[in-house]
């Protein structure tokens, strides 16, 4: 059963892509159900059309997740992804793009829509969408993201909901024809379907008043390196604040700078409850990783921009920032792994030991 919300969402995306065919966009919080939209959607589609609805979603996590709402409607749906099987038995499919575009040749005529995680809206994606597009010069296209703006483009979509145009300052090029509709964190922390982020004031934290953002909107590695690697006592004296405050927490997620400063975290951690990942750990590593972290068999973990975004664990109730970021977007991405539902969980506490915040 849908919350009221997400009814409402998927109502005002059915209600734009029956009446055209331009890419829409929903814009819904971190926790909000996604996953719910994306499964409501797809099944209409596909009971409305007859034709097949591909899923797109950046990570295997992801897919796993989206999968498995689905399956709770009661329909079948397939896998399309190297690491997850590869199979166009169903209407329904639930892909990874990278195996998506390799395969596409064998996807055909019959798809009516390709709904994505419109945070990863990449050069392959699009190239999915414009393959069935040649097929199927109707297929609808709709997205879904927590953060409908991109560092150095601005929003990712033209027309708000009531009809208003962005201007060329406030997006470039944006994917998207309209935002259909908006479900803010605010609103569901306040009708209670979010957990309430508390942000604590740290007695210690690095010093990023040296990173500058270069050309293409990043920090620098030898800035980043300068501010959080090789800082062991500093580094050691923050994780003896976080692991105070963190005493009677359930799970801690540490946002990390680079692999080096992550295995700096680590040895002060406590051992035998604290783990690490990186874009190096080893497939069935990560997977176990993450199961075990999502069973609590450990409290603590330590990741280098592998868990911003689509890594659902709704028993974390700590999120500490030892990276600066670039954007909000991301930021918000981050606090969201910790806002969700879980029993017990009274708030989210928020560590910014990089100067986010301010």
Request: net charge positive.
């Amino acid at each position: 059963m849908l919350r009221p919300y997400q009814q409402t969402a998927v109502k005002k995306i059915l209600g734009f892509i029956s009446r055209s065919v331009d890419p829409c966009l929903l814009e819904a919080a971190t926790g909000s159900g996604k996953s719910h939209i994306v499964a409501a959607v797809a099944e209409w589609v596909n009971e409305k059309s007859g034709k097949k609805v591909l899923c797109l979603a950046p990570s295997r996590e992801l897919t796993e997740q989206n999968y498995g709402k689905f399956l709770a409607t009661g329909k079948p749906a397939s896998y399309y992804s190297a690491s997850l099987g590869k199979s166009l038995a169903h209407d329904v499919i639930f892909g990874t793009p990278g195996t998506v575009l390799n395969g596409i040749k064998k996807f055909g005529s019959n798809f009516a829509a390709v709904i994505v995680d419109a945070h990863g809206v990449t050069p392959t994606v699009i190239a999915i969408i414009e393959e069935i597009r040649k097929l199927n010069p109707q297929v609808r296209v709709v997205g879904l993201t927590a953060t409908p703006y991109r560092l150095g483009s601005g929003y990712i979509f033209n027309f708000w909901p009531d009809g208003k145009k962005n201007t060329e300052d406030d997006c470039l090029d944006p994917y998207f024809h309209t935002l259909v509709h908006s479900i803010p964190a605010i609103e569901l922390i306040e009708q209670g379907y979010l957990t309430n982020p508390t942000v604590n004031v740290q007695s210690v934290g690095y010093d990023t008043s040296g990173l500058k953002l270069n050309s293409m909107g990043k920090f620098s590695s030898s800035d980043v390196d300068h501010a959080f690697v090789g800082r062991g006592r500093l580094t050691s004296r923050i994780v003896e604040e976080l692991v105070s405050l963190a005493r009677n927490r359930s799970g801690v997620i540490i946002f990390a700078s680079t692999v080096s400063h992550a295995d700096e975290i680590l040895e002060s951690l406590p051992r035998g409850i604290s783990r690490i990942i990186t874009g190096a750990t080893k497939k069935k590593e990560r997977i176990k990783i993450i199961a075990d972290f999502k069973a609590q068999k450990y409290k603590y973990l330590v990741n280098v921009s592998v868990l911003t975004t689509g890594f659902d664990a709704s028993h974390i109730d700590v999120v500490a920032f030892m990276r600066a970021t670039e954007s909000v977007g991301l930021m918000q991405q981050m606090i969201g792994r910790g806002l969700r539902l879980h029993d017990g969980k009274k708030d989210c506490l928020v560590l910014d030991y990089a100067e986010n915040i301010e």
